[in-house]
């Protein structure tokens, strides 16, 4: 099978997503480190209390990837390769694409939450780190510049990109629709069925998450994605659309 006709079998979603998920990182990583940046201010998701956050950012941050490290692009456009094209040829290529859209909202919306009930520690954190202050004094000075309305421009750090809350809601629906089918896993000498491997990796994020691992992966939005996810396959199984085992 040559290249146009390999291209031509995929399903359009599944191949459009991947074209444009390249296409937008080889524009960045060509681009001038000023539009990289214009880039990631307008179109990165920004936490909601901050200067810089605009809602269409719930959606376009899904479509930008670091420029730093070819493997975060790599993972999210493999995985998508490997689960999606099947995942689009049971759901249908529209009901795949408003699952996948969903799913990377979803994320944002978590990873907006765990914000709203963190950004002060996040910040006290990064004074004491800076200056040396102790955390509750940084807290204090925090707290009291936001009683007084006052603009906190290091709110504007808190930033994400990425389609990595999507692709684990593709995981997630795989899981659910295929649990029993075996899976092989680099370093793994067996097979993990779908169900369980999905399951390793929700609980993995939720560790990591909790443990407030300072690795710059916002790990809560992964969970994000598959908790929305869960729901729509749940839904959808409920009212017949879907069919699979599921356990």
Known sequence: MNNRNFLAALPPVTKNLIIINFAIWLLMMIAPSSLQDKLIHYGGLHFWGASDFNPAQL????????????AHILFNMFTLF?????????LGSQRYLFYYISCGIGAAVVQEIVWQLTWVDILAGWINSSYGSGINEAK??????HAMGQNIPVLNSLLTIGASGAIYGVLLAFGMIFPNRPLYLMFVPVPIKAKWMVAGYGVLELLIGLSAANDGVAHFAHLGGMIFGFFMIWYWKKKGVVHGDFY
């Open 59 to 70: 959606l376009t941050y899904m479509f930008m990837h670091s420029t730093g490290s070819f």
């Open 82 to 90: 490997m689960f999606g094209i099947t995942l689009e040829r049971v």
């Open 140 to 145: 204090d000075i925090i707290m009291q510049a």
